[in-house]
């Protein structure tokens, strides 16, 4: 493993000790050849897996053929998206951008202009995106810290507990927003009826439920989107991430009644024909290889996997479809355990300083499952 590190890069990452070069399906190679299994997928982002042939030529063809004409001009990948999208969700119209932040964004100015209130409430330990507002949103404290001061407009409460929403929405709330999983905050699946409560709570006070599938969209979590699997509609939903298949994109759904008009909100790059040709390819590849069952069985096979190492460093194994999170016993950092079951051919992130998660494609056979498994287990014998 190799690292290169140039000072002409701002030092925003502390960058794990590896330079990839290419990518195939479940598979990563560094640059003297060396084969990973790729149980990140570039942050729940490779859903269809690496250099899919389908999405390789779609994307290429589009780029040989139109690349951008801005939003001044309707383009036909552009709108298929948006119709795709929507019928997939069952509702809503689209606005599409380049990130997690940039939907978000667009969501809290929605809710601002549907109620014309000033409050958000959201989680702590919840993320939502680094820009100014989005950062706000997130409740990450630490986050926060250099930046001050942040927008005064969010209360955050902990997540899980509806009461604690209760209290904290009012008449002044614009929106309450959500991850149906926290992601970045450690892998923690919403409590049964937490959302459903929530949807209660936010029609209750004229308030908007945004819920942010950024991380937990396009099925990841075992269904093309969380929300469907606790019973509940947002009022809003963002998505990015796998959307594109590795190129940037975002989507803000909104219920038409709360949705912008001419004007409101805008984006040069947002929704062009490259990226929006290789978001149709990836839903389509999920569809036609019955990838959002598979997420769900292959799912259920690496948390029983997990939970069977029975190691004595493992405090907890959670999560949704191929969205897991292993929480350490306390001392232990997720760092370590990345960076040995790196060394290992195996590659994760963290969600937080101690859970480890595991996002893979959701192209995952029964056999990477296994030896994602088996890899991990060796890699806590290292670092424990
Ligand atoms: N929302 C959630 C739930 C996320 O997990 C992330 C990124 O990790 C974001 C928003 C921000 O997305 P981006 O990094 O594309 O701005």
Same mark, same amino acid.
């Given at each position: 493993?190799?690292? $290169?590190?140039?000072?002409?890069?701002?030092?925003?990452?502390?960058r794990y000790?590896?330079?990839?070069?290419?990518?195939?399906?479940?598979?990563?190679?560094?640059?003297?050849?060396?084969?990973?299994?790729?149980?990140?997928?570039?942050?729940?982002?490779?859903?269809?897996?690496?250099?899919?042939?389908?999405?390789?030529?779609a $994307?290429?063809?589009?780029?040989?053929?139109?690349a951008?004409?801005?939003?001044?001009?309707?383009?036909?990948?552009?709108?298929?998206?948006?119709?795709?999208?929507?019928?997939?969700? @069952? *509702? %809503?119209?689209?606005?599409?951008?380049?990130?997690?932040a940039?939907?978000?964004?667009?969501?809290?100015?929605?809710?601002?202009?549907?109620?014309?209130?000033?409050?958000?409430?959201?989680?702590? =330990?919840?993320?939502?995106?680094?820009?100014?507002?989005?950062?706000?949103?997130?409740?990450?404290?630490?986050?926060?810290?250099?930046?001050?001061?942040?927008?005064p *407009?969010?209360?955050?409460?902990?997540?899980?507990?509806?009461?604690?929403?209760?209290?904290? $929405?009012?008449?002044?709330?614009?929106a309450v927003?959500?991850?149906?999983?926290? @992601?970045?905050?450690?892998?923690?699946?919403?409590?049964?009826?937490?959302?459903?409560?929530?949807?209660?709570? #936010? &029609?209750?006070?004229?308030?908007?439920?945004?819920? &942010?599938?950024v991380?937990?969209?396009?099925?990841? #979590?075992?269904?093309?989107?969380?929300?469907?699997?606790?019973?509940?509609?947002?009022?809003?939903?963002?998505?990015?991430?796998?959307?594109? @298949? =590795?190129?940037?994109?975002?989507?803000?759904?909104?219920?038409?009644?709360?949705?912008? @008009?001419?004007?409101?909100?805008?984006?040069?790059?947002? =929704?062009?024909?490259?990226? #929006?040709?290789?978001?149709?390819?990836?839903?389509?590849?999920?569809?036609?290889?019955?990838?959002?069952?598979?997420?769900?069985?292959?799912?259920?096979?690496?948390?029983?996997?997990?939970?069977?190492?029975?190691?004595?460093?493992?405090?907890d194994?959670?999560?949704? %479809?191929?969205?897991?999170?292993v929480e350490?016993?306390? %001392?232990?950092?997720?760092?370590?355990?990345v960076?040995?079951?790196?060394?290992?051919?195996?590659?994760?992130?963290?969600?937080?300083?101690?859970v480890?998660?595991f996002?893979?494609?959701?192209?995952?056979?029964?056999?990477?499952?296994?030896?994602?498994?088996?890899?991990?287990?060796?890699?806590?014998?290292?670092?424990?």
């Open positions: 493993m190799t690292h $290169v590190v140039v000072d002409a890069l701002m030092p925003t990452y502390a000790p590896v330079t990839f070069v290419r990518g195939q399906g479940t598979r990563l190679f560094d640059e003297t050849g060396r084969v990973y299994l790729d149980f990140a997928a570039g942050i729940a982002v490779a859903q269809i897996g690496h250099a899919h042939p389908r999405w390789v030529e $994307v290429a063809g589009q780029a040989a053929r139109l951008h004409v801005s939003n001044l001009f309707s383009t036909e990948p552009q709108a298929a998206l948006a119709e795709r999208l929507t019928a997939l969700a @069952g *509702w %809503g119209q689209a606005f599409f951008c380049n990130s997690g940039e939907a978000n964004e667009a969501a809290l100015k929605l809710a601002r202009k549907a109620t014309g209130r000033p409050r958000f409430v959201a989680a702590a =330990g919840g993320f939502h995106g680094r820009t100014f507002a989005t950062l706000a949103a997130t409740g990450q404290p630490h986050k926060h810290q250099p930046f001050q001061p942040m927008p *407009w969010f209360t955050h409460v902990p997540y899980g507990d509806a009461e604690a929403l209760e209290q904290a $929405v009012g008449t002044d709330t614009a927003i959500l991850e149906p999983v926290l @992601g970045e905050g450690g892998v923690i699946p919403a409590p049964p009826g937490y959302l459903a409560a929530a949807r209660g709570i #936010c &029609d209750a006070a004229g308030a908007l439920l945004i819920l &942010d599938e991380q937990t969209g396009v099925g990841r #979590c075992g269904a093309w989107f969380a929300h469907p699997l606790h019973d509940v509609r947002p009022d809003v939903m963002t998505l990015a991430k796998a959307l594109g @298949g =590795g190129l940037p994109i975002g989507a803000c759904l909104s219920r038409p009644e709360v949705a912008f @008009g001419p004007g409101d909100h805008a984006s040069t790059f947002g =929704g062009n024909p490259v990226v #929006c040709v290789g978001a149709l390819t990836v839903l389509d590849v999920i569809e036609d290889e019955g990838l959002v069952d598979n997420a769900a069985r292959q799912g259920e096979r690496m948390m029983a996997g997990l939970r069977r190492l029975g190691h004595d460093a493992v405090a194994v959670r999560g949704a %479809g191929l969205l897991a999170g350490l016993v306390e %001392g232990l950092a997720a760092r370590d355990v960076l040995a079951a790196l060394g290992r051919g195996l590659v994760l992130t963290e969600a937080g300083p101690g480890v998660r996002t893979p494609p959701l192209t995952a056979t029964d056999e990477d499952v296994d030896r994602a498994v088996s890899r991990f287990g060796d890699a806590l014998e290292v670092a424990a």
